[in-house]
């Protein structure tokens, strides 16, 4: 009796509740600030080194309104556009390389590997050293970090092209050029694709980790400086600002972009063989 | 030659009468393995003439898909060579390929995938490629890609493409053998349609007996490194699997393929 109550009630509401993505991302996000305020409320220890929901949004709104962002959300986005139009050009080549050649996968594949493992805290830290205070570190440890994970996926992408398509246009005589441009490139772009919304989620947020360490401007440098004069709010504010941008990267444009590019994925209702 | 079923219909701009001869001359095939030289087959001689439908028939292993590649220019023979003859002499020949599995590009279209492979072909437009799908009855599934058609759907394609470039001979590698019995029986005799209307010359590597009968005019068997089997087909068309002529031709055509084994 206990248990079918609420299968009732499951069932008397819409199903878009359960199903539809968004609407359980939104679900997920009321869930939590209600958690979050009910701890808030119940355990008074925490509310001397937390805030409470009610705080962040009003520093959020403070934040959108002073336009302080503007300026730091420019310099963060130049830092990012540095690093990860460097990570574009130098991981895909590398991929190109290791991916193609066998001297050069023998040369390179560890590296990639190792450039893989190595902590990114490690990378913001030496790039700080090397670079010292100012926009060239966070460009340079978001390039250092991304361009790996982009090489190791074009890498990936050059190894899984399907052999029978370049059997089938040799066997109809088709140019090299038009077998690089229709073959070739059109079986790495998905891994390409996918290394790239990966390299470009990495370079924020190795840019933040840059910024908050050796930076005068920036995301990350502005939540330093919250930190410093021990404004929890404000930290938050920036960490909400932040997360709402990479989604709205993630969502509004790079998932655009794939639903266009690949609209023939969507549309494999059947599956091929 | 009859036409077995009446679904097919060629546009005036579809050529028809362009048929081209294979001749295999002393053909050998060795390849060099980690244990030597392994030979495939040795001093193969045939003469396929144009229009016919030829069927080649083997054991897993026996090199029939090996020779369709040296026929093809994939592969190159270790002694030997293969002519083709053209009606306009000069001997430049236009080979159409249909594959076991129909090796089209997933993110184009049906109708790119024809496009893709007649680069080279200044009468090509959109028109004659829409016309080719339409001859393997895709009229509704230009602009779908490959990942929406059935299994099927996918091998007309690939029959489409192999048409569209206007070969002179056609080669086909067990382009069935993947699909279920139905659609398969279904595409033969689409195929022989097809075959009966454009004329073109056919050479289809199979080991399945019963569709060899049913599609060719002449079946030859390869094992042991040599044709040792080349038979006319004496039924009329269509043929039916179940007639006793029938039957009793597939009867002596597995005696002769497996009389390789008592030797």
Not at chain 1, 37 to 61: D, G, H
Not at chain 1, 156 to 175: E, H, Q, T, Y
Not at chain 1, 176 to 191: A, C, G, K, T, Y
Not at chain 1, 246 to 266: D, N, S, T
Request: charged share 20%.
């Amino acid at each position: 009796m206990s248990t079918s109550q609420p299968r009732r009630l499951a069932n008397a509401l819409p199903d878009s509740l359960f199903t539809n993505r968004s609407v359980v991302f939104v679900e997920s996000i009321v869930a939590l600030v209600v958690v979050w305020s009910l701890v808030y409320r119940v355990l008074p220890p925490i509310q001397e080194s937390f805030v409470s929901p009610t705080e962040v949004v009003i520093a959020t709104r403070d934040l959108l309104v002073s336009m302080i962002w503007v300026e730091h959300f420019v310099a963060s986005l130049t830092h990012v556009a540095y690093g990860f139009g460097i990570a574009v050009v130098a991981g895909t080549t590398l991929g190109i390389l290791v991916g193609w050649w066998d001297f050069w996968e023998k040369a390179f594949q560890d590296y990639l590997t190792i450039g893989i493992a190595v902590p990114s805290l490690f990378v913001a830290i030496f790039s700080a050293m090397w670079f010292g205070l100012g926009s060239t570190t966070p460009a340079a440890a978001a390039a250092i970090v991304a361009t790996p994970y982009l090489a190791t996926n074009v890498y990936g992408g050059i190894n899984n092209i399907d052999n029978d398509l370049l059997k089938m246009s040799r066997a109809f005589d088709v140019s090299r050029l038009r077998v690089i441009r229709r073959v070739i490139v059109q079986s790495v772009l998905p891994d390409w694709f996918a290394g790239l919304r990966y390299a470009l989620a990495l370079s924020w947020k190795i840019a933040s980790l840059a910024e908050y360490i050796a930076a005068e401007q920036g995301i990350g440098y502005m939540i330093r400086f919250e930190m410093r004069v021990l404004d929890l709010a404000g930290v938050m504010s920036w960490v909400v600002f932040f997360t709402v941008l990479l989604l709205f990267i993630e969502y509004g444009v790079l998932a655009q972009i794939e639903k266009r590019v690949f609209a023939w994925r969507q549309n494999d209702s059947v599956g091929w063989s | 030659m009859s036409s077995e079923t009446s679904t097919i219909t060629t546009d005036e701009s579809i050529t028809t009468d362009n048929a081209g001869s294979i001749h295999i001359e002393n053909l050998t095939k060795e390849f060099d393995t980690a244990e030597g030289y392994e030979l495939v087959f040795e001093d193969i001689n045939v003469d396929i003439e144009p229009e016919s439908f030829v069927c080649l028939l083997g054991k897993s292993g026996s090199g029939k898909s090996t020779m369709l590649n040296i026929v093809s220019g994939i592969l190159e023979p270790t002694e030997g060579r293969v002519r083709f003859e053209t009606a306009d002499g000069t001997g430049d020949v236009t080979l159409g390929h249909v594959f076991q599995s129909p090796r089209l590009m997933p993110w184009d279209s049906n109708l790119q995938n024809i496009e893709f492979v007649n680069e080279d072909n200044p009468d090509y437009t959109e028109e004659l490629g829409k016309q080719h799908l339409d001859l393997v009855g895709l009229s509704d599934h230009y602009h779908k890609y490959p990942g929406q058609l059935s299994g099927g759907q996918r091998q007309r394609v690939g029959i489409a493409r192999a048409l569209s470039i206007d070969p002179e001979v056609l080669l086909m590698d067990e382009p069935f053998s993947n699909l279920d019995e139905i659609t398969a029986e279904e595409l033969r005799k689409e195929l022989i349609s097809l075959w009966s209307e454009l004329n073109k010359t056919v050479f289809f590597v199979t080991h399945d007996m019963t569709e060899a009968i049913q599609l060719a005019d002449r079946l030859l068997m390869l094992g042991d490194g040599e044709i040792y089997g080349d038979l006319e087909v004496p039924l009329d068309r269509p043929r039916r699997i179940d007639s006793d002529e029938f039957l009793k031709f597939r009867q002596k055509a597995i005696d002769t393929f497996h009389s390789i084994d008592e030797d």
